[in-house]
């Protein structure tokens, strides 16, 4: 397998995803903001702001069949001085372009995925506060690591906020990126490797690799393959039932 430097330097990139038109969408944390590379190797910034204030550092990205982005953005990592908005939230980014807050009710919001139907949007939550990092410090039970479920309208709005799976634990690792395969189950990287719920929120199992994930996708011809990044390596594991696919025109 040969690897080669894509972009760099990267401006901090975390979650990444396509847009229906196959452009590839970045979440460039250091930069704060929102980042499509077209094929022909331009750069545009499609979300910087929220309500005249500077995004926190924008996390993770998915896309809904009808071209509709959401973004995670939580307001870690920042001081108090160059913080602008006082929440971490999740904000969407609608197929006009227009920029838009979708939910303010997430602590420390990670990676998110959508259900098959795109009726359901998940939200990984990291954390609450320092004292959930102090926590793990000192291998400790950390009772702020969940998922949280939002429900989407047609219109994109989201709504009834609710705890779909918790994730607590006292080992390394924390709910972070999340992949939905096509039977609705829920694959979230975590402590101990990647965990796995039914569409019900059961507990069904952890995934384990030889280093703790952070993200996860799904790859290979029959997207049957799902990839995880981790702290040196990449790993790959054969599944049974295929992901979800990335919606394109």
């Not at 939580?74 to 108090?80: Q, V």
């Not at 420390?108 to 990092?133: H, K, W």
């Not at 829920?186 to 490797?193: A, K, P, Q, R, V």
């Amino acid at each position: 397998c040969y690897t080669r430097p894509f972009r760099d330097p990267s401006f901090g990139t975390n979650g990444m995803t396509f847009d229906k038109q196959g452009n590839l969408v970045i979440c460039e944390s250091d930069n704060r903001q929102i980042m499509r590379h077209r094929a022909d190797g331009s750069y545009t910034a499609i979300a910087t702001h929220a309500d005249g204030k500077r995004l926190n550092r924008p996390n993770d990205i998915v896309g809904r069949s009808d071209g509709t982005l959401y973004f995670t953005d939580p307001g870690g990592r920042l001081t108090e001085e160059e913080r602008e908005l006082d929440y971490s939230g999740v904000h969407i980014i609608g197929p006009d372009g227009s920029n838009s807050v979708g939910t303010t009710g997430t602590e420390y919001p990670n990676g998110l995925a959508f259900s098959p139907d795109e009726r359901i949007l998940y939200v990984a939550i990291t954390r609450l506060d320092s004292r959930c990092l102090e926590e793990k410090e000192n291998h400790q039970m950390c009772e702020h690591q969940l998922i949280r479920a939002f429900d989407v309208a047609a219109d994109g709005s989201l709504s009834n906020n609710r705890v779909f799976a918790t994730m607590y634990s006292a080992e390394d690792g924390v709910p972070d990126g999340m992949k939905v395969d096509v039977e609705g189950n829920i694959y979230c990287t975590g402590s101990e490797g990647c965990w796995v719920f039914d569409s019900s929120g059961k507990h069904l199992g952890i995934i384990k690799l030889p280093e703790i994930p952070a993200n996860c996708a799904w790859g290979g011809p029959d997207n049957r393959t799902m990839l995880f990044t981790a702290r040196t390596s990449v790993f790959s594991m054969r599944m049974k039932t295929p992901g979800t696919a990335i919606p394109r025109d």
